[in-house]
């Protein structure tokens, strides 16, 4: 006998639609698979505490970062040598921020006011930029089940204590994996974070069908960071999984009932309807070429072409990343920041990174070829939850592949994948959730719970090699030990912070060996006009020519090499260039170190050259009460300022 007009509960049931109760023979037709008490439990079941829970969680894991430095790579310029930031917060500041498109090569007006927002009311000390990063990435890992419940659980009969633990442990796989660790104990990675975040609410009010909600989140994520432009079209693929993964979870039971717990889920409207598809696609439109202006047009650099490596290389590079990140996402090996271009032939570092990356691209062939075959069956709502999701992670990735582009200086990075990863933990969730309740087994919660502990043991361990400079780009050379940058940085922490000098200029010399560099070569002749060899000074000399700054002392903009000629010019009594150098390293618009020795070596150099006039207001402006320098240049002044007093402009010589 058929029956018409029939409605959908929450449990599969069908009855004849009169609205009262089931008869007894349907409910005796589905007998133990959907039990009364567990049908009440599921209708009723809520997780409020659970994303408290795991914010708790991932906060707590990621808490030691409070102690960490700020690391010499995109840190100092997001924060305290940014111009419109080091202040904190205040209408010009945040003017500023959404009008400097050029800075650091990056529009993020957001993730700027954020950081003024740290030095407002924290102060300018680390551990609060670390803090919040941590603060934020363990928000984002609770919105994120809370989208996946919405997703895959609620309004349905997979709202149980067993769907809820597969939830957020889908949840802790996403955010204690390894590859989370890079934007997070990063500070830089703040934009990650945020964008992520933006994101996040934006999808959840999507889930929610809200109208303008969607619109302010997706400008909210791509002022947080460019690569929110894929916004509309992940909220597409949520809103497709939403639509149609309904449809799956009811046409899984036998039986339709009316009447029996709460009424079914309206039907997910079309997106293109209500969700004002063309405004956020012109909003992500003018983002990328806002993006494709910061990144041609970077301050303090002339300005670049869109493409600075061949098509064949971009492609081949966007391969061997895509293979890398799914690869690393099941077996993370070779963590570390900064992923090195690769050579202008083949973008490979070593057989084992093209055998990972073969690997991963045969995963990825496997997911989109098995997602194309249910698509092609058009088997229930299962096609429209398999291909969207894998769509997801393909709009998420692409801006950071460099197939529209050659930006940056990295290949790839574990960063990029904050985003496009969620999409794992969608499909795990949209596996679970095809089958019926009844069905569903504990294995996969011990099967992910065992990988959860297993991530969060490495992520421990990972974290601590971002305390400060050194120990971050030496997890670099561990992983790449001819990578120059790496080089270059553990060299100038060799000699800051340990005053190993040998060693760092040993490592100077390395880095330069791999690839030429200016500010290296800078950093070369500090260090070794600091060492203060008298075989040193035609290494000095000879890096001053190759840079160009032996003739434009002006073009130094961290006043290393400048300073380096001016000191190797003092030995030769050169008093006139001495002065020249000096003078272009004291006015050096980013100097990284106080420039106090620069200013008693220029007083010198006008002192013994005879300038006496000159030198005595350099000297008189370091013994000012109100000028910040070590005692013992203080004390050097005095001392210089009483020889010009007793000299009467006869000639004399300092040495410092």
Known sequence: MQ????????FGLRTSGLGGPPSSAAVDAVGSRVPRDRADRAVSMKPPLLPLVLFLIVFLVYSQVHSFEFLRFDDHDYTFLCPFVKDGLSWANIKAAFASFRHAAIWMPLTYISYMADISFFGPGMGAHHLVNAAIHAANSALFYLLLWRMFCRGSDRATPTYSLFTITCSLLWALHPMRVEPVAW????????CAFFTLLGLLSVVARRKIVPVVCCVAACMSKPTGMCFPFLAMCVAAVVRYGSELRTSDSGLRTSGLG?????PFPQLFTIHYPLLLV?????????????????????????????????????????????????????????????TPNLPADGWGTILAAIAGLALIGLWTATSLRIAANRNGGRGATALPLLLFFFFAIAPTLGIFGSFGREARADRFMYIPSMAISMV???????????????????ILSSLVVIYSICTFRLIPTFRNDYTAFSRVLACDPVHPRALSHVASEECARFKNLDAGIGHFRDSLACEWNRDTACQLAFALVTRGRNEDISDIRALGESTGIAKKPESDSKGLMAEALGMAALKDRRWRDATIFFAAAVRAPARLYPADDAYVRLGVALANGGRHKEAEQVFAALVHPKTKVRESVRAFAERALEQLASSNGGRIMLFY
């Open 3 to 10: 029956v018409e007009n029939h409605k959908t509960s929450d």
């Open 187 to 194: 500070i830089a990675g703040r934009k990650e974070l945020l």
């Open 262 to 266: 709460d009424s079914p889920p309206k």
């Open 282 to 342: 012109l909003i992500a439109a003018a983002t990328g070429l806002i993006a494709v202006y910061s990144q041609t047009h970077a301050e303090g650099y002339d300005v670049r072409t869109l493409f600075t490596a061949p098509f064949s290389v971009r492609a081949l590079n966007a391969l061997k990343s895509l293979g890398l990140y799914i690869f690393k996402s099941i077996i993370p090996f070779d963590l570390h920041i900064d992923c090195r271009w690769p």
């Open 428 to 446: 795990l969730m949209a596996a679970v959730s095809s089958k019926p309740p009844y069905r569903f087994s504990q294995l996969p919660i011990l």
